[in-house]
C-alpha cells in the first residue's frame, strides 16, 4: 500500500512554469506505475501524464504534449511534473496517484480507474 502526498501547487501567471511533485510512503515504489491527473470545477477527472515503474515510458494528454514534462526518481520516491507555457485552461487540482503493475513492462495509462492509491491532490491556479 502507497501514501501518495502532492506539493508544489500554487498561483502562477498565464506562460509561467511549475513543479509539482508526488512524494510516495510505503514499500515497493518501484513495482507502481504513476499518473497525474487534474479536475477543474464542474468537470470531470482527466488523465494529464503517467510514467511507466521504471520510467522509461510516459505518456502525456494531448492537451499538456510539449508543455509538460513527467518524470521519477525512484531513490526517492517521489515523481514529478514540470508545468511551463501555462494556460488559464489549465487550472486545476492536480492528483497524482498510483497503480500497481510489479516489474514488468507495461504501457502506462491515462485511465483514472486503472489506479489503486490517490493523493489529496495540489491547487494550480493560472491567471494573471
Known amino acids: 500500500q502507497l501514501k501518495l502526498v502532492e506539493s508544489g501547487g500554487g498561483l502562477v501567471q498565464p506562460g509561467g512554469s511549475l513543479r509539482v511533485s508526488c512524494v510516495a510512503s510505503?514499500?515497493?515504489?518501484?513495482?507502481?506505475?504513476i499518473g497525474w491527473f487534474r479536475q477543474a470545477p464542474g468537470k470531470e477527472r482527466e488523465g494529464v501524464s503517467c510514467?511507466?515503474?521504471?520510467?522509461?515510458?510516459?505518456n502525456y494528454a494531448d492537451s499538456v504534449k510539449g508543455r509538460f514534462t513527467i518524470s521519477r526518481d525512484n531513490a526517492k520516491n517521489t515523481v514529478y511534473l514540470q508545468l511551463n507555457s501555462l494556460k488559464p485552461a489549465d487550472t486545476a487540482v492536480y492528483y497524482c496517484a498510483a497503480d500497481f503493475v510489479g516489474l514488468g513492462v507495461y504501457e502506462p495509462s491515462l485511465r483514472p480507474g486503472d489506479y489503486d492509491y490517490w493523493g489529496q491532490g495540489t491547487q494550480v491556479t493560472v491567471s494573471s
Open positions: 510514467i511507466s515503474n521504471s520510467g522509461s515510458t510516459t
Open positions: 510505503g514499500s515497493g515504489f518501484d513495482y507502481y506505475g
